[in-house]
């Protein structure tokens, strides 16, 4: 049995600490923020969690064993820092660092100190998503050309970091999880419409060492909510719609096929068109799963599904984006993470 301590509690602090106070395999939940009010909020929710106003305090519990860190991008390194160095196992929401060295020294440190960190790529362990993952994994689409993905809705606008920063890890954490690679180079384009210096959309185009290529485009300034995301194989596609909670994954038997002339007549193209499919999908709440994944990390001592390494890569990523958009969609290379640490 174990004890975690959740530090901020915002927007989504008090969803970790729900699932924590759920679960069988932790034993006390600790809580900790500099507002008072958002601590007498979580207790009165959660009377059995233990308050703490003061990171260090919490900190010093000697039964403490596991941080969950869900405060702003620019505070995850400290905070990371500070319960590796007290000895504490982290995870740390998305994204995981606000830079490339950030997240390496992260990453060396707890392995120094022989503990595991956890990054809050939720939707790794989406059902969906892990559902498209085995379809792929099957062959059912064959070699992968491209992945298309739209991430858009009106707000929340972020005072201190761009879209890109804000939406773009989920896309990025699922396209790597499905194809098992990461990209070679990215180019980006975008504006900042609202604030001047944040940008509010923002179009990603991905390369990856296998021939696939992808497409990220990510907005707080759209008329709808949408979370759409195809992916095209030479065998088969398939769209995957967030917003669809009946049937959020289609494969669609299409396809074509170019032959070349056997004399100097026209080429021809040879249209498929099959079946449309809803696979069934499993049913349980992913942020369940994800802490779970961690709490059991911490009692076996094994990184979680999301590790320390899959957040410098979505962090390396969103790097180059940055410079690619500062440089008006010049690409940028993306070394291999293994050359980081």
């Given amino acids: 049995m174990t004890t975690i301590g959740v530090v901020g509690l915002g927007y989504w602090g008090p969803n970790l600490v729900r699932n924590l106070t759920e679960n069988r395999h932790c034993k006390r939940v600790l809580v900790c923020d500099k507002d008072p009010l958002a601590l007498e909020r979580a207790t009165n929710r959660y009377p059995s969690a233990v308050p703490f106003l003061r990171y260090e305090e919490m900190l010093a519990d000697p039964q403490l064993q596991g941080v969950m860190i869900a405060t702003p991008i620019n505070t995850h390194y400290d905070l990371a820092?500070?319960?590796?160095?007290?000895?504490?196992?982290?995870?740390?929401?998305?994204?995981?660092?606000?830079?490339?060295?950030?997240?390496?020294?992260?990453?060396?440190?707890?392995?120094?100190?022989?503990?595991?960190?956890?990054?809050?790529?939720?939707?790794?362990?989406?059902?969906?998503?892990?559902?498209?993952?085995?379809?792929?994994?099957?062959?059912?689409?064959?070699?992968?050309f491209y992945i298309s993905s739209t991430r858009v809705n009106l707000g929340l606008h972020s005072k201190d970091h761009s879209v890109i920063w804000d939406l773009a890890p989920h896309d990025l954490s699922m396209i790597m999880y499905w194809l098992g690679e990461a990209p070679v180079e990215v180019t980006a384009t975008g504006k900042d419409f609202v604030q001047k210096g944040i940008p509010d959309v923002a179009f990603l185009n991905l390369r990856f060492a296998s021939g696939a290529i992808a497409h990220v485009e990510v907005s707080w300034l759209a008329p709808s909510k949408?979370?759409?995301?195809?992916?095209?194989?030479?065998?088969?596609?398939?769209?995957?719609?967030?917003?669809?909670?009946?049937?959020?994954?289609?494969?669609?038997?299409?396809?074509?096929?170019?032959?070349?002339?056997?004399?100097?007549?026209?080429?021809?193209?040879?249209?498929?068109?099959?079946?449309?499919?809803?696979?069934?999908?499993?049913?349980?709440?992913?942020?369940?799963?994800?802490?779970?994944?961690?709490?059991?990390?911490?009692?076996?001592?094994?990184?979680?599904?999301?590790?320390?390494?899959?957040?410098?890569?979505?962090?390396?990523?969103?790097?180059?984006?940055?410079?690619?958009?500062?440089r008006s969609g010049q690409p940028e290379k993306i070394e291999d993470v293994k050359s980081w640490i």
């Fill in 226 to 326: 949408l979370r759409r995301t195809t992916i095209v194989g030479a065998a088969k596609m398939l769209v995957y719609d967030d917003t669809e909670h009946l049937e959020p994954v289609k494969l669609f038997d299409k396809g074509v096929r170019f032959k070349d002339p056997d004399t100097f007549g026209e080429y021809q193209l040879s249209y498929r068109t099959g079946d449309i499919i809803s696979p069934k999908i499993e049913s349980f709440e992913p942020l369940q799963s994800e802490v779970n994944d961690f709490v059991m990390g911490v009692t076996q001592r094994r990184n979680p599904k999301a590790n320390g390494e899959d957040g410098l890569r979505v962090v390396q990523v969103l790097e180059a984006a940055e410079r690619s958009l500062q």
């Fill in 81 to 144: 820092r500070k319960a590796l160095t007290h000895g504490k196992h982290v995870f740390v929401e998305k994204p995981f660092t606000s830079s490339s060295d950030q997240a390496v020294d992260l990453i060396s440190l707890a392995d120094v100190q022989k503990l595991i960190i956890g990054v809050g790529h939720t939707f790794v362990y989406s059902p969906p998503v892990i559902k498209i993952r085995d379809i792929m994994e099957r062959g059912e689409l064959g070699e992968i």
